[in-house]
C-alpha cells in the first residue's frame, strides 16, 4: 500500500464518520433545506454552541437555527440588544456549521449596518457553508424582536439590503430569510408589505416576527411563498401546534428556547441540587458519565477514525516488509 493510498483511506474513513470539518463545510444544503420546506414542514430548534448543535443533531433535528440571542448570551454572556459583532458571529457559527451535517440557519441580524456592511456579512456567513442566513430590517443596533422600543429602516432601504443580500446569496447557493419587525411599529398592514416586497425581490422565505393574536398570525400565513414562524416559547406570540401552523401557512418553524431555556434551568437546578446536599450525590440522578459527553459530540466516530488509521498503518507496514 503506498502512502497516497494509506493517506486516501484514512481519510475516506474520517468522511464516513463525518468529523472532517473541511469537508462538511464545502457541503451547501441550501438545496436540501429548500427540497425539505417543499416537502413537508421544516422545524429548526435553535442552537448556541457545538455542543448544543450536537445534542440537537443526535436527538434527530432536521435542521439547526443558529439563534442570535443564544450567541449573545453564550459568547459573551450579553443581552440580545445588538452588541455582537459580525467576526463574533462568525466564529461561533463556523464551528457549528462545520461539525453540523445538517442544514443549519444563521441569524444575520440587521446585516450589522448598511447595505455594505449587509454584503459583508452575507459573504462571511455564505463561505461558512451555511444553508440560510436572516437578515431584518431593525436600525443598527437591533434588539431582541421581543424586546419593546425597536425602530426599523424605511422600506427603500430594507430593500437596498435586500437586494444586495440576494446578490451574494446566490454566489453561495445560500437562502434568504427576509424578517421584519414593523409589526410592532407600523402595524399589520406596514409588515405584510414588507414581506410582499421581499418576496417579490426574490427572498426564499420571509418572517414577520412577533405577531401578536390569531388575526396577525392568520393574515401572515396568506403571504405568497415559504414562511417562517418564530415560536418564541414563553413570549406574547402565540404558541400553537405546529401542524396548525403548517395548516395555516407556515412551513419553516424555529424555537431558539427548546436549547437555551433547559441550560439556564438546568444549570441552576443542578448546583442549587449539590449545594443542599453538600455533595455531587445529585448529579447520579442523570445517569451519565463523562464518556456520555464525549459522545455526544462524537466519541466513538473518532475512536473508528482512530482504529482505521491504525489498521491502514499497520497495513502499509506489512506490505512494505
Known amino acids: 500500500m503506498t502512502e497516497d493510498v494509506f493517506w486516501g483511506s484514512a481519510l475516506t474513513a474520517v468522511r464516513r464518520n463525518g468529523q472532517y470539518a473541511a469537508d462538511r463545510a464545502s457541503r451547501r444544503k441550501s438545496d436540501t433545506l429548500a427540497e425539505m420546506l417543499d416537502d413537508d414542514l421544516v422545524f429548526a430548534p435553535g442552537c448556541f454552541d457545538c455542543l448544543s448543535a450536537a445534542v440537537l443533531e443526535g436527538a434527530g433535528a432536521q435542521a439547526l437555527f443558529v ?13 440580545d440588544l445588538g452588541l455582537l459583532s459580525l467576526q463574533e458571529v ?5 464551528n457549528i456549521v462545520a461539525r453540523s451535517g445538517l442544514p443549519v440557519i444563521v441569524d444575520g441580524d440587521n446585516g450589522f449596518g448598511n447595505e455594505l ?31 419593546a422600543q425597536k425602530s426599523v429602516i ?16 446566490s454566489e453561495f447557493n445560500m437562502l434568504l430569510i427576509a424578517r421584519t419587525d414593523s409589526l410592532s411599529i407600523g402595524g399589520i398592514d406596514e ?22 393574536d390569531m388575526a396577525d398570525i392568520e393574515q401572515i400565513g396568506g403571504l405568497p411563498g415559504h414562511k417562517m414562524y418564530n415560536v418564541a416559547s414563553g413570549s406574547t406570540t402565540p404558541s400553537l401546534p405546529f401542524r396548525d401552523l403548517k395548516d395555516i401557512g407556515f412551513g419553516l418553524i424555529v424555537d431558539p428556547a427548546v436549547s437555551l ?23 447520579t440522578s442523570f445517569g ?29 507496514t506489512s506490505f512494505s516488509e
Open 117 to 147: 456592511n449587509t454584503a459583508r456579512t452575507v459573504a462571511a456567513i455564505g463561505q461558512l457553508g451555511a444553508a440560510a442566513i436572516m437578515i431584518e430590517d431593525q436600525v443598527f443596533p437591533k434588539r431582541c424582536g421581543h424586546l
Open 154 to 169: 424605511d422600506r427603500r432601504q430594507f430593500a437596498r439590503k435586500l437586494k444586495v443580500a440576494l446578490e451574494i446569496c
Open 191 to 212: 409588515a405584510m408589505e414588507r414581506s410582499r416586497m421581499a418576496h417579490d425581490l426574490g427572498a426564499h422565505l420571509t418572517f414577520v416576527d412577533a405577531p401578536r
Open 288 to 316: 451519565m458519565a463523562p464518556r456520555d459527553i464525549f459522545r455526544a459530540v462524537g466519541l466513538d466516530e473518532w475512536l473508528d477514525l482512530e482504529n482505521n488509521v491504525a489498521n491502514d498503518f499497520r497495513a502499509v
Open 90 to 94: 462568525t466564529n461561533a457559527a463556523t
Open 67 to 79: 439563534s442570535g440571542a443564544g450567541l449573545a448570551a453564550s459568547v459573551a454572556g450579553l443581552p
Open 261 to 283: 431555556y433547559p441550560v439556564i434551568d438546568g444549570i441552576r437546578k443542578a448546583f442549587a441540587a449539590v449545594v443542599a446536599e453538600g455533595s455531587a450525590l445529585p448529579m
